[in-house]
């Protein structure tokens, strides 16, 4: 069994800053991608920022300057570290993973969402 648990989601004020933490945990063999993505009220689910295991990155065009996406392969865990948010990041955020268990194919494992809410 494979869960992942986001923490560190809240209300912020807009220009201000917060960091999201994601830890998988279980029967872990391998994590290759980790990633976070949005969905807001009436809108799709979006991807804000993955980081492979080899430590590349990728950024909506909307995050690229404000948002880093790091992570600590040692202990499955991935942040978000959030700057400058705008009313706009306003969402439950994501946690995803690509992982491989003991035996089995590469799977992707969602976690339940933690919500970002940017208001004065």
């Known amino acids: 069994q494979v869960q992942l648990v986001e923490s560190g989601g809240g209300l912020v004020q807009p220009g201000g800053s917060l960091t999201l933490s994601c830890l998988a945990s279980g029967s872990i063999f391998s994590v290759n991608w980790m990633a976070w993505f949005r969905q807001a009220p009436g809108k799709q689910r979006e991807l804000v920022a993955a980081?492979?295991?080899?430590?590349?990155?990728d950024y909506a065009d909307s995050v690229k300057g404000r948002f880093t996406i790091s992570r600590d392969s040692s202990k499955n865990t991935v942040y978000l570290q959030m700057n400058s948010l705008k009313p706009e990041d306003t969402a439950v955020y994501y946690c995803n993973a690509n992982i491989r268990q003991a035996t089995g194919p590469w799977q992707p494992y969602w976690g339940q969402g933690t919500q970002v809410t940017v208001s004065s």
């Open positions: 980081i492979t295991i080899g430590i590349s990155t």
